[in-house]
């Protein structure tokens, strides 16, 4: 279940080919789970210099990788929304703004995220090879 297999067949009702194409979205799901998870590994690995990431949730990585990718220029709140809303739903600046809170806490070093009033944020560090 854990790996994408939700679902059962039953040979005695099932023709083959519908177990085929069962069996295919079942591979399909678990091979999607495997990609996201090597995708968030390869994130974490980024991010264990800049921040404790054993201790940030998925959306709070989302952020801080997108802040990272930014180089230090400010990333809007729009494009914070669209690294971890689901396209429907606009986040409130106030939730992004707790957000960053929490990601602040889990920073390391000198680093640190400033803000720009009504616009975004930007990750900044004390050293040049930062990034």
């Known amino acids: 279940m854990a790996a994408g297999f939700d679902d059962a067949i039953d040979i005695e009702r099932t023709s083959p080919a519908e177990a085929v194409w069962r069996s295919r979205a079942m591979w399909r799901r678990y091979a999607q789970s495997m990609e996201q998870h090597f ?30 990718r930014k180089k230090n220029h400010y990333v809007s709140y729009h494009e914070i929304n669209n690294m971890i809303g689901n396209g429907v739903d606009e986040m409130s600046i106030k939730h992004i703004q707790v957000i960053i809170y929490q990601i602040r806490k889990y920073l390391k070093g000198d680093y640190k995220i400033t803000c720009e009033k009504q616009y975004g944020y930007r990750l900044v560090s004390g050293r040049q090879s930062a990034f």
């Open 39 to 68: 995708r968030d590994r390869r994130r974490d690995d980024q991010l264990v210099e800049i921040a404790d990431v054993s201790r940030l949730p998925r959306r709070h990585k989302q952020i801080l990788s997108g802040l990272i």
